[in-house]
């Protein structure tokens, strides 16, 4: 008998609120999907709605009201090791260079010390900023910091890589090419991939699946595969099947 693959990821009937002087603000409301390994996906969403909060209770930095998040299996009840976090700003430590940002987070783990240097470099490779590793950060472009951002995530080999408006405060040539650039990281380091964005030819041209919430408190409004053969071009962005794409998802965000 074969068994089915356990999800990577599983969300059910996730609701999650704040408390504030009023009373409750209520932001998530019962959010179920299921993920599974390898996967990219991209959420949508009006400003507001709750897509940053639902990353954070998927990383376990936020209780759930209601509702679980598993992760393997396993309920998400905290900060977990197997989630690599980024956000719209890279959030470097100015005094580090390159390759101390990115080595960060083996340092909690001292008795990994030997090992580091090895992934550190094997990492710079993957982001492609090996020959920027006693850079400091403010002699990075935007972009590349936000690689620093990525790799620093990436280097604890999390099992799925959740990222907040990433490309966000970069412009839109720069923000296109760290597309491709983070389409290539994902065919390299096989990561499943849970990506905020509120670019549509983003979400599209990236994703395997894209989630639009509704406003708040949100729920999961549309949930569409998104067929796109890859590897994917720059020209597919002028395809006909992306146009809809597109058109299907700005309908069901406005
Ligand atoms: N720490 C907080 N305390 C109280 N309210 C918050 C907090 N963080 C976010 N909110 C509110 O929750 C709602 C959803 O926020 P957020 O998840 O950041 O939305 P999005 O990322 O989709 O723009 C907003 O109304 C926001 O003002
Ligand atoms: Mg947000």
Redesign the pocket.
């Known amino acids: 008998m074969s068994k089915k693959a356990a999800p990577l990821l599983e969300v059910k009937d996730l609701s999650a609120a ?3 002087r009023g009373g409750e ?1 209520c ?1 998530l409301e019962r959010i179920s999907f299921t993920l599974q390994r390898g996967q990219f996906v991209c959420i949508l ?10 990353l ?1 209770v998927l990383a376990g930095l936020l209780p759930a009201k209601s509702g679980f998040v598993k992760l393997n299996g396993a309920p998400v009840l905290g900060p977990q090791h197997g989630v690599g976090l980024v956000f719209q700003d890279a959030n470097l430590m100015p005094w580090r260079t390159v390759s101390q940002n990115v080595g960060l987070p083996l340092e909690v783990n001292v008795s990994e010390n030997g090992a580091s240097e090895s992934r550190i470099k094997k990492m710079l490779g993957v982001v492609g900023l090996s020959r920027f590793s006693q850079s400091l950060p403010a002699e990075l472009s935007g972009g590349m910091a936000q690689r620093v951002a990525i790799g620093r995530a990436l280097i604890q080999e999390p099992d799925v890589l959740l990222m ?1 408006e990433p490309f966000g405060s970069l412009d839109a040539i720069t923000r296109e090419r760290m597309g491709e650039e983070l389409l290539r990281i994902w065919n390299l380091e096989h990561k499943t991939i849970v990506m ?1 964005t509120h670019d549509i030819n983003e979400a599209v041209y990236l994703a395997d699946r894209v989630l639009v ?1 509704s406003s ?1 408190p ?1 729920r999961i409004k549309v949930d569409t595969p998104i067929g796109l053969a890859r590897p994917r071009k720059p020209t597919l962005r002028y395809s006909k099947s992306f146009g809809q794409l597109a058109a299907k998802l700005r309908k069901a965000i406005e």
């Not at 969403?45 to 639902?54: E, M, N, R, V, Y």
């Open positions: 704040y408390r504030d603000l932001v969403g009006p400003s507001g709605s709750g897509k940053s909060t639902l954070r907040d905020v919430l708040r949100a």
